[in-house]
């Protein structure tokens, strides 16, 4: 969350950021570092079931500078979706499904986000 964390002191500093539609971009395709260093590529979806749901630098982007009520908001709207895995990212079927399978994994959800949520605070503390 590092990117978006540049952004948004970017833009709330009066910085302007402008995209340009003819630009190349190129990915670094590196073996470690970021979030591949806690075992995923998306900061929604865990490689260990008792990891924390979302990584908490997600929450710490989020309650930082936007406060506990909207990121409380933002985990009840995203926490139903990540529990698809990444390759399934997007597909609708899947997306439904996610919704009707959520309640046998509820248990697990709330421990990964209370995790999540403390690792986090942790972190705005310092």
Do not use: C
């Not at 590529?41 to 008792?50: M, V």
């Not at 710490?60 to 709207?77: C, I, N, P, Q, T």
Request: hydrophobic share 40%.
């Amino acid at each position: 969350m590092g990117d978006g964390e540049f952004g948004l002191r970017a833009y709330l500093n009066g910085y302007k950021n402008i995209s340009n539609p003819k630009a190349k971009r190129i990915h670094l395709k590196v073996s470690e570092g970021g979030l591949r260093q806690m075992g995923s590529w998306d900061g929604w979806r865990p490689k260990k079931i008792f990891g924390p749901r979302p990584v908490p630098s997600v929450l710490y982007l989020s309650r930082k500078y936007f406060g506990d009520s909207a990121s409380r908001l933002m985990l009840l709207k995203e926490i139903i979706p990540a529990m698809i895995p990444y390759r399934f990212k997007g597909n609708k079927v899947v997306y439904g499904l996610s919704f009707l399978v959520s309640p046998l994994f509820f248990p697990i959800l709330i421990f990964q986000m209370i995790k999540s949520w403390k690792l986090a605070t942790i972190k705005l503390k310092e």
